[in-house]
């Protein structure tokens, strides 16, 4: 039976992609330089002070359109956040997909999936030229009201945060309700 699924958008800390984009390939990142961070499309004719807030609101309502919670995680009770690394090139694909935390398979794959379908971007640019971009995102997977199981316990706990490189995402959180067996 698929269960109804319910998408919650995370109240986190977001290092916004205007921001000094510190991995950006090879690129020094001296006072003079000026940098842009990627910018998601549809979002490049916003007021400036308005493209983080966009470029959040545009990638999430893709992520959130596409995402599934697996439903052999649903019924193996899998939890926890995983972490997806990729890089935003200088011609704006997502490449590099690499998944650096994870919870189980399927929740690896789908999460992979969903970035590989995430429409082009327009690249991050020092000086005016198009650079590549790091960008580290946080998928978070929750059955709801199931508690998180001890060894889920200690793998969120034991996760180093502060080693996530590049731009930082908002935390996207997918919320299901347990499978019924």
């Known amino acids: 039976m698929y269960s109804e699924l319910r998408f919650l958008a995370a109240m986190l800390p977001v290092i916004l992609f205007s921001l000094a984009v510190a991995p950006l390939s090879g690129q020094s990142d001296s006072p003079a330089s000026v940098i842009i961070g990627p910018v998601f499309k549809g979002c490049e004719n916003a007021p400036a002070e308005q493209v983080d807030i966009c470029c959040q609101r545009k990638m999430l309502e893709s992520i959130y359109r596409n995402i599934r919670y697996p439903r052999q995680a649903r019924e193996e009770g ?11 090139t200088k011609t704006g694909e997502t490449a590099n997909i690499e998944v650096i ?16 379908e995430l429409p082009r971007w327009i690249p991050a640019t020092v000086d005016g030229e198009p650079v590549d971009a790091v960008v580290s995102l946080p998928v978070e997977y929750r059955l709801d009201g199931v508690p998180l199981k001890k060894r889920q316990q200690i793998a969120e706990a034991s996760f180093d945060w502060n080693s996530l490189q590049g731009i930082v995402l908002q935390r996207v959180i997918v919320t299901a309700y347990a499978a019924t067996r």
């Not at 899998?78 to 935003?88: A, E």
């Not at 919870?103 to 999460?111: A, M």
């Open 101 to 116: 935390k994870s919870i189980s398979h399927s929740c690896k794959d789908e999460v992979i999936r969903v970035v590989k």
């Open 78 to 88: 899998d939890q926890g956040t995983l972490v997806v690394q990729f890089t935003i």
